[in-house]
């Protein structure tokens, strides 16, 4: 008996022990690792799984995380990024305390691969999908929690988010198949996301409009400032020879590839125009950034003589609505552009235009003050701009000023008349003409209602004025050598304010009533 019994002992036992080898492989065989994950992102039934992986709690949390981050960094299928919508959806559906052990793995996996090095050579930039879904973790969709919920991780994400941004601006910036622009993160991120852009306005960089766009929107006060700053520096460098001459050859180039031969004069018309248009982008850029580096440039600009008229106009204009009532300096600058003997009428208009964007108290004794300026254009810019910020109860104030002047032209109390017509105030426009319209009203003034009469005035007005016929008052002269200054009216020479009547106001009624202004469609 026991010569047979040890033999089937031996035999069971070998059964059991190659039974448990067999279960030992086959359970080796069914366990899933990090190459099956891999494998998976590029089979049709893929991403089914790596969401089952993911959702299971049977599944350790470090894989868990890496078939998230699987998921998120898939291949376009069908043109769109499939993986991501599915990570974040599954992960929704995860329980809280799982979901939260996950984020803590899955978080620093996001930024590590924010982190990356950007690709050259015009790649394709792997990091845009990890881009989107670390954002989208962080932002509320239609009313529903945002997926990060923790404060320190919710930081993690953001400052990654912008150092990534930072990173290869331009590329990802124009980058397609954003499933959100980066303009769009940048806004929802807000004014920390931007203060690291002033640092990529350089000189040449064609991005500098958006650079500068985006902080003009998002930035804070420094970051406006510093953005302000390194503006100027780019521009004063466009200004000079020196960036003429490191265009030179670019320009020539395009001349090449063009089949033209300029000249000498025409290649360095070509060069100007080049550079005011550079220019012109500049102080676009900085009229939306504003501060006071931006706004100290452009005034020291206007007010060189040595720039063309249509830049120096160009430095004005981009200061519209940046002036402040409350600088020290800001307004005696455009006060003495404006009245400069040799600034131009283009760039006198636009500099009392900017005055005019300012309250009234801050500017009108300064421009009174322009009222005994050597050239009458001057005064007749200041004058008109009081007219308009200023209402009918001002206007004795006004004509005070005015009946100092000694030397005018025609056009001034014709144009300051007019003017009276679109006043505000208590009295209407005829009721105020009428109540300077006396022998013992001052001859300047006299002649700003005789203005009104000439451009509104009516057959019943001008029997009001009869008695002015014979009105021999001389009226005042010009300046010696004044530009375009004259009092004629027709053919005739006027020397009294009875002529002002006869030749001016009367003749311009009778052709109103003659041939009256249409209606505008």
Sequence with gaps: MKHHMVPRRRTWASKLTALALLSSLALAGCRTGSADLQRWANTQQGPRKLVSVLTHPKYAAPLRVEAALTLIGMKARGGRRVGIDQALDALKTVPPDERDLL??????GLVSALDGAPPGGGENDPSLPFKDAAFALISSVEGEPATVKSEPQRQLIKDALVRWALADFGPRLEAQGQKVSMQQ?????GSTSVVGLPQLIVANNSLNARIAQLIAELGDVPTKVNASARLVEV???????????SRRAQVEEANRVSGLKPDE????????QFQE???FRLFDSMRQVGQTPGIDYL????????HPEKQRAGALAALERNISADSPTQIPAILRIVAADDAPDLVRAIGFRRLGELPRDKVAASLYGLFQANDWHVRWGAASLLLEISTTDQLPEFFENLNKVEHQSLTEPLSYGRTLYVMKGTRTPAEIADSYSSSSTEVPTLLVALGYYYAFGTPESLTKLKGFEKDRRKLPTCAENAKDCEWVCGEHQLKTVGDVLQYCVSPAVAERQAHPPQPQN
């Design 265 to 272: 004069a025409s290649l360095k018309a070509q060069l100007n």
């Design 235 to 245: 521009a004063r460098y466009i200004a000079s020879p020196d960036w003429l001459q």
């Design 277 to 279: 248009e550079e220019l």
């Design 185 to 189: 993160m940048l806004r929802e991120l």
């Design 299 to 306: 005034l020291q600009f206007a007010g060189d003589s040595t």
């Design 103 to 108: 984020l803590t793995g899955l978080v620093p």
